[in-house]
Each structure stands twice: as C-alpha cells, then as structure tokens.
C-alpha cells in the first residue's frame, strides 16, 4: 500500500506555544489530505480536508484560526495547532487517498501524540 | 443518534476463535464499508473494504455487508494472537459536502490469548 509519513511522531510543549505537525505523501501525490484528531480510548474525528493550493475546509466545531492548515505541495500538508493548551493534548493522525477517485482507498500516517503541559 | 455504532468491547478470544465485529449506521447514502486495524499509538491500517451488499474475503477476513439493515461485520478466522488490536469500521460518502469523507466507529478492542 502507498506510505504517509508524519512528523514528528511526538511532541512536548508548554502551554501557550505553537506546534506545527508535518503529513507527507512518500510515494504518491494527495491533491487532498484529511486530519484527525484521537482521544484516548475514542475513535477518530475529522477535524479537517487539507486541499493543495486552496484553503482547506473545517468541520463544524473545529476553529480553523488555532489549527492553521497549509497543503503546500502535492506532497505535504502541515497542522499547526496555535498557542496549544492542555485540552489539546490528543494523537493527530493524517491521511490522503492515493487519487482523486480513491477515497476507498485512504492511508494514514502514524499519527503524532501531542502533549501540551 | 451517532452516524456509526460500534461495540467498543474490550473483546477477549482464546487464539483459533472466529471473531466477529460489528457495527450499524444511520446513513442509507453511505457507500462504501472500511475495516481498518489500529494497533497502539499507531495510525489504522486499511484492511478491506466493500461497496455491496454481500460478502468479501480476504485470506482470513471476511467482510460482510446489510444494506437493508445497515449492519456490517468483520469476521476474522483462526485468530492469532498478532490481531489483537482496536478494530475500527469506517463508512465513506461520496457526495454533496462529505465527499470524501469517513465517519468511524469508536472502535472494538480485540486480545486474542494464547
């Protein structure tokens, strides 16, 4: 199957600071990515559809202005959860169809876990 | 009313036991079934998926899908300790605002003991 990757697979910070999550394509192209946010012991939400060259779309509840998505290339997509506080502490996971019309087939990346102190 | 139920379990089996996972769905749009695995902090691993009503297999899997009752399962034969793990159901839409998108169950935690 293809490969996502994400970066880093943990992070640590303060509350208050700004982490930025990578999600990469390794070998194919994602015109389209989607981000999800895991509780512990909960399934996954979709926080958001990344779109290469275009804003991406929230879902309802979601602030798009503290999780800024940028679908620089048609390889990479980046979650920058702003000034993080403790309740955003959870595993974000992304994932990209291999083709426009392969939503069937959808491969997620390791997830990253955030923990913010 | 959430759009996926599923069992969260935990579901514990001796190894060689037939498993089987379930869940239902509110959606009769929803068009295409996911069974993904997810180990611990991991990301889920597509294991099949299926569109129709009807069975689908797959070495050990069976996937299996009611449309008419909005139920679908996951069986797994001969389970080996190596399948424990959370068992997440997705259904996908493709249309309108949703294109795209999955919805997933809460998952069902499966040990399988030696």
């Known amino acids: 199957g293809a490969v996502v990757s994400q970066h880093p697979s943990w992070v640590i910070c303060k509350s208050g600071t700004s982490v930025k999550i990578e999600c990469r394509s390794l070998d194919f192209q994602a015109t389209t990515m989607f981000w999800y946010r895991q509780f512990p012991k909960q399934s996954l939400m979709l926080m958001a559809t990344?779109?290469?060259?275009?804003?991406?779309?929230?879902e309802q509840g979601v602030e798009k202005d503290k999780f800024l998505i940028n679908h620089a290339s048609l390889t990479l997509s980046t979650l920058t959860v702003t000034s993080a506080h403790p309740e955003d502490s959870s595993f974000y996971i992304c994932s990209a169809p291999t083709g426009p019309g392969s939503y069937n087939e959808q491969f997620f990346g390791p997830g990253t876990r955030l923990t913010v102190l | 009313q959430k759009e996926v139920e599923q069992d969260p379990g935990p579901l514990s089996v001796p190894e060689g036991a037939i498993v089987s996972l379930n869940c239902t769905y509110s959606?009769?749009?929803?068009?295409?079934f996911m069974w993904y695995r997810q180990y611990s902090r991991k990301g889920p691993e597509l294991l099949m998926y299926t569109y129709s009503s009807g069975n689908k297999e797959d070495g050990r899997f069976t996937a299996q899908v009611d449309k008419s009752s909005k139920y679908i399962s996951l069986f797994i034969r001969d389970s080996q300790p190596s399948d424990s793990a959370t068992y997440l159901c997705?259904?996908?839409?493709?249309?309108?605002?949703?294109?795209?998108?999955?919805?997933f169950g809460q998952g069902t935690i499966l040990t399988v003991h030696p």
């Open positions: 959606n009769s749009a929803f068009q295409y």
């Open positions: 997705a259904i996908l839409l493709l249309g309108g605002t949703s294109y795209g998108k999955l919805t």
């Open positions: 990344s779109n290469e060259g275009s804003k991406a779309t929230y």
